[in-house]
């Protein structure tokens, strides 16, 4: 959207359109109505001390973000650091087995989850060559 747009968006979300106070916001944010907001939003953000970005995409996160929110179901779960943070993240690996699936359970960050007779899908939350080492075995 541009930066009109937003603003128009904002106020509808807001019950209506303060002038003075749209006015007083593009020349805070130095906010060109016609353009489109994400073109500046990194110099925009970093004038501000609190602002709330919905994103999937980390790169984005990191480049304007000091402290993280996770929501699940619009509640807040985890809060901090993008480094605090980091534990969260998990690498997925499947897995298809020509005999018995194994049980390794016993391995730390590792979550296996049933996906057939013959496969497991792992959730790793922590280091991935101990499960690594343990298939290859």
């Known amino acids: 959207m541009t930066g009109a747009e937003t ?30 907001i994400r073109a500046g939003r990194r110099a925009t953000v970093r004038r501000c001390q609190t602002v709330f970005l919905s994103s999937h995409i980390l790169r984005e996160v990191e480049a304007v973000c000091d402290r993280v929110g996770i929501l699940r179901s619009g509640r807040l779960v985890d809060e901090g650091t993008l480094t605090e943070l980091r534990h969260l993240s998990a690498q997925t690996v499947d897995v298809t087995f020509d ?14 989850i049933p996906v057939g007779s ?7 939350t922590g280091r991935i060559a101990p499960l690594l080492a343990a298939l290859a075995d």
């Open 7 to 36: 603003l128009e968006f904002l106020a509808c979300l807001r019950g209506g359109t303060d002038v003075a106070y749209r006015a007083a916001l593009e020349e805070l944010f130095r906010l060109d109505p016609d353009k489109k």
């Open 99 to 112: 005999g018995p699936v194994p049980d390794l359970s016993p391995l730390p960050g590792v979550r296996a």
């Open 118 to 124: 013959s496969a497991l899908r792992f959730e790793v």
